[in-house]
């Protein structure tokens, strides 16, 4: 009853409501035979318009149940003096049906038709089955037509607010994909510029070294040659911080080794009791929540040294597929991660003691490309070795073994 809660369609089914109600009224006062039918009729119009203009009355269900037992009391009065205040019953049902629950709603569409049947009755007028089909009909309907808008309701309501969680969907993957896009594209831009610039700039270094050694002692040209080297220089150095921007956040902030750690969530490492060592670190894997992953230990073996980006880059996204495959379909209670640093390569290897599987049996992922198959694409594009050991029942091992280019070693 609240004109601000309506729809267009509601305020004019609403007025029509209303001139329903006081076109009935008015027949009612017209047909009476009696001054105290007029003066009835006008008092169940006042109370009509009183509660069509309290605002408790379509707030509250309380509120609204005491104006209908009021309205109600007036119509009962109303029908006593004539017997046209019968039509009257018919918007008193939609009134009851709209403001009342279900359950009172319903038995007070029937005593409000009975009352109209036994007031036709008790008037006089001649018993015929439209006495009581009527009011019956008419309760009927406004049952069915209240209760069939309100599942109505129901159903847009539903939908509205699925539409909008689709939307909310939507924005968010979309989001995400921009997201992984730009990380994508970010390592794209690394590769090529370390594979490329950064290479072509080393090689003209050495060339120019190479150009200057040549040259007999005291030439002219030795001083532009020794300019060209350091410009060369001064732009391989700008290459590497370029490669060094477009790296992946889990390596802006680090070592290698230090982001695998920070993959394991590590906690209390053991060490100065010499059990382990001071380069062993444990952690339950955090990606799914404190506890949800198998307990890890994180090594590092040999010699730490700087590696080249895109080395840094393969390793930790092969470590991040390895242990996430470990949490989702090993049930592993353990795992392992050594990173290894040896004379002329490095190697990951990440050990679990889950149920294992078939390696044999595995196809290409199709969730995201972080499956094996990606793992090995990764190792071998840069020129290294990718193995998988497992066996149903008995675990598994991922092993990676990239080579050190020359100029690196451990």
């Not at 009509?48 to 609204?64: D, E």
């Amino acid at each position: 009853m609240d004109p601000r809660s309506l729809t267009p369609a509601l305020r004019v089914l609403r007025l029509c409501l209303h001139l329903l109600m006081a076109g009935l009224l008015v027949l009612a006062a017209v047909r009476a035979d009696s001054a105290a039918g007029t003066v009835m009729a006008v008092v169940v119009g006042a109370v009509y318009a009183a509660g069509s203009l309290l605002p408790s009355v379509g707030r509250s269900q309380r509120a609204a149940a005491v104006w209908l037992g009021v309205l109600g009391a007036a119509w009962l009065g109303l029908l006593w003096l004539t017997p046209d205040a019968l039509w009257v019953a018919f918007p008193l049902y939609f009134l009851q049906l709209h403001l009342l629950p279900t359950r009172w709603s319903l038995p007070a569409v029937t005593l409000t038709a009975g009352a109209a049947i036994l007031s036709y009755v008790g008037h006089g007028a001649p018993l015929n089955p439209g006495v009581f089909i009527g009011p019956l009909l008419g309760g009927a309907v406004a049952v069915a037509t209240v209760l069939g808008y309100q599942a109505l309701y129901r159903e847009s309501e539903r939908r509205r607010r699925l539409i909008e969680e689709l939307i909310e969907t939507r924005a968010e993957l979309a989001a995400a994909e921009r997201h992984a896009g730009t990380l994508a594209e970010r390592e794209r831009l690394a590769r090529e510029i370390h594979d490329t610039l950064a290479q072509g700039l080393s090689s003209i270094q050495l060339l120019l070294r190479a150009a200057e050694r040549a040259l007999p002692p005291g030439s002219p040209a030795a001083g532009h040659i020794d300019r060209a080297r350091q410009a060369a220089q001064d732009n391989l150095a700008e290459a590497r911080r370029f490669v060094r921007a477009l790296s992946p956040p889990d390596l802006e902030h680090g070592s290698l080794a230090a982001a695998l750690e920070r993959l394991c969530e590590p906690g209390a490492g053991s060490g100065p009791d010499g059990s382990d060592g001071p380069n062993v670190s444990y952690g339950s894997y955090g990606a799914y929540g404190p506890g949800a992953g198998p307990r890890v230990r994180f090594s590092v073996s040999g010699t730490p040294t700087e590696l080249p980006t895109p080395y840094e880059v393969a390793l930790l996204r092969i470590a991040q597929s390895a242990l996430a495959n470990t949490v989702r379909h090993a049930s592993a209670s353990r795992a392992e991660i050594t990173l290894s640093f040896m004379d002329a390569s490095v190697t990951l290897d990440v050990v679990d003691d889950g149920k294992g599987f078939d390696p044999g049996s595995v196809r290409q992922s199709r969730e995201g490309g972080f499956g094996l198959p990606a793992m090995r694409s990764r190792a071998e594009s840069l020129g290294g070795t990718f193995t998988v050991e497992s066996a149903p029942g008995q675990g598994t091992a991922v092993a990676v073994s990239l080579p050190l280019p020359a100029g690196v070693s451990a």
